[in-house]
Structure formats: C-alpha cells, structure tokens
C-alpha cells in the first residue's frame, strides 16, 4: 500500500502550458503539504493545507495554485509554466497541523522545455 | 525567517569509517528536529527529537538534539555503501511546515 503517492513521476512540457500533478494519501493524515525541490536538493515549502485552511509561502508565484477535493488530495495546478518551473515537486503528509513526522511521496519529476 | 543550516554539504569517506553531520537551526516556536535520508526519490524518516540530551540510536545511526545550542548532530559508524545519500534536517516550528536545510550529500566508497 502507497501512504503518499503522486501522479505522474515524470513530466515533460512546453512553457505555456497549463499542467497537474496529483496526490493522494491513505494515512488518514490531516494536513498535506507540497514542496518543492531543486536541483541542488533544497527542499522548499510551497503550501500546506489543513481542514481548508490554506497556508502559502509567500514566495510562490500565484500561477501556482493547489486543489484539495477532500482530505485525502491536495493537487497542485500550474499555469502558464516557465522553464524555471522545472525541478522536483514533493507531495507529503503529517498526522497533525502542528508537525510529527512527515510522510513524502515519491515525487513528480517536471521538465519545462 | 525560520532558517536551518547543514554542514558540511558534502562529505566522501571510505568504508567502515564514522561519520557525524551537523544540523544548526533558528526558528520560532520550536517543535521538533528531524532527520531524513534522500536516495533517488522520496525522503525517508530516520529520526524525530523533540528533547534536549536524549540519544535516539536505530542501528548504526544514532541523533541527539541540543535545545540551548539550537544544533543536533547524526552520527553513523561503520558505514556502508548503502548509506550513500542525502541527509537532510529539518526544524519543525510554530507553523505547520517543516524548514529544510540545504542537506549533507554522504558519499561512502568501498
């Protein structure tokens, strides 16, 4: 059984376009959050999300946008994607809004070209 | 800004060697350090200190928090090829999402 598992793993696209990664956890977490990761392996925050409550960094261009249908999903949207959109994008989950230990999916590889 | 610094950011040793990493960090409303290792894809959990002084060992890997110096440290001894990876640290403070170091890239070779 996949904890956190995000769809696609790879990704390769045109700038302009318009794309969604999707991710979904069965560990009856509450919050879920989406990171980002470049090529030098830094981590960064982008949103988390708990019972509706969106939390976003401050740096994230707006053409980024997550999506959460229910507990279990947070989707991230992306518009109009730049080539310095292309990195690693983490998916991961935590039991409570105030941390424990994160779970990460697998992650999604997108390359903007 | 929360913020969290690794050193060194990479480090070659050979087999059977110990090796410690360092994690420093500054952030508000502490909660909890913790550690993972990064091969090829996802982050795995290896520990989680949330007290000053308590040494959480699992296997050849061991980790300890210091609350007044804002640092912990993970130690691996005898170490293996297969504990080449990323070693990343992460603080956990008053809002909900981990901060991340930049990472401890462990390169062990035979």
């Known amino acids: 059984d996949t904890a956190v598992s995000q769809t696609p793993k790879y990704l390769v696209t045109q700038m302009g376009n318009d794309k969604s990664i999707k991710c979904e956890q069965n560990?009856?977490?509450?919050?879920m959050y989406w990171y980002k990761q470049d090529s030098k392996k830094f981590l960064k925050i982008m949103f988390s999300?708990?019972?509706?409550?969106?939390?976003i960094n401050e740096t994230v261009p707006n053409r980024f946008s997550p999506k959460s249908p229910d507990k279990a999903h947070l989707n991230l949207h992306i518009n109009s994607l730049e080539l310095g959109d292309s990195a690693v994008y983490f998916c991961?989950?935590?039991?409570?809004?105030?941390?424990?230990?994160?779970?990460f999916g697998s992650g999604t590889r997108l390359t903007v070209v | 800004e929360d913020k969290v610094v690794q050193s060194p950011l990479s480090l070659v040793v050979h087999e059977g060697d110990t090796v410690t990493l360092n994690c420093s960090y500054e952030?508000?409303?502490?909660?909890?350090l913790l550690w993972y290792k990064q091969e090829k894809k996802a982050p795995t959990f290896l520990f989680m200190l949330?007290?000053?002084?308590i040494e959480k060992k699992s296997g050849r890997l061991s980790s300890i928090l210091d609350k007044k110096e804002l640092f912990s440290i993970l130690n691996i001894t005898a170490t293996q090829t297969g504990d080449s990876a990323v070693y990343l640290c992460?603080?956990?403070?008053?809002?909900?999402?981990?901060?991340f170091g930049k990472g401890t890239k462990l390169s062990v070779i035979p």
């Open positions: 949330t007290s000053s002084g």
């Open positions: 952030v508000t409303n502490f909660r909890s």
């Open positions: 560990l009856g977490h509450d919050t």
């Open positions: 999300y708990n019972n509706k409550e969106l939390i």
């Open positions: 992460a603080a956990g403070a008053g809002s909900y999402q981990l901060t």
């Open positions: 991961a989950s935590s039991p409570t809004r105030t941390g424990g230990v994160y779970t």
